[in-house]
C-alpha cells in the first residue's frame, strides 16, 4: 500500500507560480514511480508530468511543457512540480499518482491517487 499526499495548491493570478508537492509513503512505496495528473471541472483526467527516482527521465504534456518542471527528492520520497506562467486553462485539481513503471505512467495505469489540491489561476 502506498500514500499520496499533496500540498500546495492555491489561488494565483495569470503569469504567477506555484510549487506542488506530494509526499510518498508506505512500505513498498520504493517500487512505484511518481508523477502528476489534473483534472478541470467536467473534463477528463489528464496526464501533466512524470519522472524517474534518479531524475535522469522525465515526460511531460505538451501543454505544460516549458513551463513546468517536474522534480524529485529519492531520500524523502518526495516529488514537486514548479508551475511557472500560469494559465487560466491551467485550473484543475491535482492529483499525485503512483505506477510500477514509466511507460505504465504514461499509459494511464495508475496503481494509487492522492486525494488532490486545487490550483485556480485567473485572469
Known amino acids: 500500500q502506498v500514500q499520496l499526499l499533496e500540498s500546495g495548491g492555491g489561488l494565483v493570478q495569470a503569469g504567477g507560480s506555484l510549487r506542488l508537492s506530494c509526499a510518498a509513503s508506505?512500505?513498498?512505496?520504493?517500487?512505484?514511480?511518481l508523477g502528476w495528473f489534473r483534472q478541470a471541472p467536467e473534463k477528463e483526467r489528464e496526464f501533466v508530468a512524470t519522472?524517474?527516482?534518479?531524475?535522469?527521465?522525465?515526460y511531460y504534456a505538451d501543454s505544460v511543457k516549458g513551463r513546468f518542471t517536474i522534480s524529485g527528492d529519492n531520500a524523502k520520497n518526495t516529488v514537486y512540480l514548479q508551475m511557472n506562467s500560469l494559465k487560466p486553462e491551467d485550473t484543475a485539481v491535482y492529483y499525485c499518482?503512483?505506477?510500477?513503471?514509466?511507460?505504465?505512467?504514461?499509459?494511464?495505469?495508475?496503481?494509487?491517487w492522492g486525494k488532490g489540491t486545487l490550483v485556480t489561476v485567473s485572469s
Open positions: 499518482a503512483a505506477a510500477t513503471t514509466i511507460p505504465t505512467m504514461l499509459n494511464r495505469g495508475v496503481d494509487y
Open positions: 508506505g512500505r513498498t512505496v520504493g517500487r512505484y514511480r
Open positions: 519522472i524517474s527516482w534518479s531524475g535522469d527521465t522525465a
